[in-house]
């Protein structure tokens, strides 16, 4: 029988029976509104509240600095848009980014530059890292926010947020980190970080899809994206998602409660991924061999289109991606990967593989069964690779 195995937990993640279990009264039994001042409502604001403080414990924050979104990408858009207002209020407008962000934080920038805002996307370094110092060097008198990824959904690398969130401290810059790839899978404390914004998403650590969190640090005062009644403090406004916020603070408990163990197990995979990986021939691992979230790795392989190879890995039974989701059904090539200052040509033929701790050692060796297989078959099939045997081309990798 063909085993099929999900690697692409860096899209999104299966919701766990715990997290199910945990919604399942709050659809049909528990449904009145959180606002509500009868015993149904104050049911459902009870649930609110112990998933609010769930949430936080989870990231050693309090439980008035969370605030529940409709997901990740709202979050992001919360926390840029009120670093610009902020600044805006001084008179300071120009923020600071990197050009490998996810297109939540990319796109909301890239408004405000239209409206104004002047924006520095620093480079990344190839390891597919930014340096504490890259920031303090572009901080100017009128940087209203830094706004860096703690680890980039495509290549898993892990900036020095900590390091980056004392610069800006020192400076007095606003902060705020995108962390969806990291709460859940990697130690998350919002006061070690020195953060004053800090963005996850409940359906990347095996939450349910369409809920998210800002942490925002007391005294940080958010601008709302949806105007509407006073839920969330009156920064988020439309009627709580109970169920799935439920889940959320289900699945960040399961998820951060064994967190060293299944770092190391997680680690173990992706070790095991990488070795095996890097034995065929052009091929390339991108970003830092060591810096990085324990289960995302990123290959490139000369001479192929990761469009091809994903069809193939399909058949195959594994399920990944080139990149981000929301880009892998174009042609067009990783703005993370160019980002590292990879030529278009080997941007195109990327591969991300992301296991996280409900993948086992036999679903790695199915994968680096397939893998190769398939490299084989689309090389002896390809003539760009063809013209890289033969010499009329030299190879990048
Ligand atoms: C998935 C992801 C997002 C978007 O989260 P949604 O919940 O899908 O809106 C934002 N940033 C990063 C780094 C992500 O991986």
Known sequence: MLMYVYADNAATTALSPRALEAMMPYFSQVYGNASSLHSPGQRAAEALQKAREDVAAAINADFKEIYFTGGGSEADNQAILTGAAIGARKGKKHIIS?????????HTLAKLEKEGYEVTLLPVHENGVV????????????????TIMF????????????????????????????????????PVDVKALNVDMLSMAAHKFHGPKGVGALYARKGVPLVNVIEGGQ??????????????????AAAIKEATENLDEDMAYVTALREKLIEGLSKIPHSRLNGDR????????????????????LLWLDQKGVAASSGSACTSGSLDPSHVLLALGLPHEIAHGSLRLSVDRWNTEEEIDHILQAVPEVVDYLRAMSPVWDELERGVTPHLI
């Open 151 to 186: 680890v980039n959904n495509e290549i898993g690398t892990i900036q020095p947020i900590a390091q980056i969130g004392a610069v800006c401290r020192e400076k007095g810059v606003l902060f705020h980190t995108d962390a969806v790839q990291a709460v859940g899978h990697v």
């Open 98 to 106: 990197t050009a490998f962000e996810h297109h939540a934080v990319l």
């Open 231 to 248: 839920q969330e403090r009156g920064k988020r406004g439309g009627t709580e998602n109970i169920p799935g916020i439920v889940g959320m």
């Open 290 to 309: 060591q810096q990085r979230v324990p289960g995302t790795v990123n290959f490139c392989f000369e001479g192929i289109e990761g469009e091809g190879l």
């Open 131 to 146: 340096t504490a110092q890259d920031v303090a060097a572009a901080i100017r008198p009128d940087t209203a926010l830094v």
